[in-house]
């Protein structure tokens, strides 16, 4: 009789695979934008991305949550978070991998593509540490709204090195940014703001007094913040500690106690006096900060896309390795077409945000269809893409079984991730909305057009799915009951799209029968009995 308490029919640890050089899928999306097959960053990213030490951090960092510490020993306000060692070992490659700002002020050809190429591969190692890396990243369109404060802090946030010395920015080698949008009345109506700014001088210094219900990494060296100024809504520069070495007034209440990015620290923020400087005019707040929540939007969809990778391979590693009823789970049909289903999201995802990356390098060279393109790509990605991430993270941790509903697993720290994005940066409706809006500017629908229009007679049954939109465009006393709709149908067109052009036949033939058909009601593992399941999964590990 074979021994009860020997350990047989386990998958192996997933460890010592390059996460950039084999993500074949991933290399398609790149290549009609950049040749970076060979690109020694991403490379060494992927590298140390799939390594046992880089995976062995992940879930410490999330099994320690950040803590807060409002006071000293001596009654001294000091208003830190402490983190745990893993979440600073995270940090320190993000950044020295220049994830954060460094495209900005780089010389390299596609330095946004390689920077979200780089930031999809990381982030499938742990995805709550990115939340300051994508910060930092967003903050640097904004600040370009003045010449002055861009000089005095774009230099420092695209440094390649982390320190978390509290000192004044100047003498720093590296700094990082946050956000502080949100209150408690208003949440996504950022115009109900109540938090007021008070003229303090000539140099555009600010007092500002209130609250944020939401305050992005809190433990960062600056914010970008929304508060009322005697003309408006405006935008603020907000350094935790002033040039003269002082702490501003930043009061931190407590720590967001939240469902997942457990690594990652969410505050609530009282001002008291805190000094700021505006960014842009008066009363054009939203305007200003815009271009940041643009860039985090883009970083939701990366991050999306990177959550539905990881949660894939771990399926197909799993199932590959492990029998029941007598064959390897990854043999069996039904698993099968589960498994293929799972691969043609995650390379749709990747596919679309990748696309989206090259027109943030191509409209930053002032190319203005791809500008166009950008502002109604955006918001439909970061619908769809981020929408359909818990759904993914749920049918690959069910791949899994039991021992997919463990901590130690990493699982359940995909599964508690996934719904972050749809609601991060403006929920499903704000996105289905800013899809609508955008869509008042022709140039909008152009490069909508222009884009899905591509692959137009490559595959009948799209060209028959993008007319369904146009038809769809013209119920306006309709439209905002009906934006989900839309949204969700002119996302589809494009992934598809962009699988037909840049992928192989088969994911892309499987891709449009499924999501374009119109009896998808979008459950996985209902692809045709004819699909070449085992073609379409060799490709994702």
Known sequence: MADPFAVTNQAPPLQGVNFFTRDTALGDALRPYADLADDPGLTRIGELAGSEEALAQALPANQNPPVLRTHDRYGNRIDEVEFHPSWHWLMERAVGFGLQAAPWTSDEPSPHLTRAAGFYVWSQVEPGHGCPISMTYAAVPALRADERLAKEWVPQLASRQYDVRRLPAATKSGVLAGMGMTEKQGGSDVRANLTTATPAGDDGEYQLNGHKWFCS??????????????????????????????????????????????????????????????????????????????????????????????????????????????????????MQNVLADLALESEAATALAMRLAAAVDASTDGNEQEAAFRRIGLPLAKFWVSKRTPFMAAEALECLGGNGFVEESGMPLLFRESPLNSIWEGSGNVNALDVLRALRRPESLEAWLLE????????????????????????????????????????????ASLLVRHSTPAVADAFVASRLANDWGGVFGTLPRTTPFGLITDRSL
């Not at 490559?458 to 028959?464: F, G, K, P, S």
């Not at 839309?486 to 494009?494: E, I, K, Q």
């Open 452 to 495: 899905v229009g591509a692959a137009r007679g490559a595959d009948e049954r799209l060209d028959t799915a993008v007319n369904d939109v146009l038809q769809a465009l013209a119920d306006v006393e309709g439209a905002e009951a009906g934006a989900r709709r839309l949204a969700a149908r002119m996302a589809l067109c494009l992934q």
């Open 217 to 334: 990494a809190p433990q960062v060296d600056v914010f970008l913040v929304l508060a009322q100024a005697p003309d408006g809504l405006s935008c603020f520069v907000v350094p935790r500690v002033l040039a003269d070495g002082n702490r501003n007034a930043f009061a931190l209440q407590r720590l967001k106690d939240k469902l997942g990015n457990r690594s990652n620290a969410s505050s609530e923020v009282e001002f008291h006096g805190t000094v700021g400087y505006r960014l842009g005019d008066e009363g054009a707040g939203v305007r200003t900060i815009i271009e940041m929540v643009a860039a985090t939007r883009l970083d939701c969809v990366l991050g999306s896309a990177a959550l539905q990778r990881r949660a894939l391979v771990e399926a197909l590693w799993h199932t590959r390795h492990r029998s029941a009823f007598g064959d390897l789970l990854a043999d069996k049909p039904a």
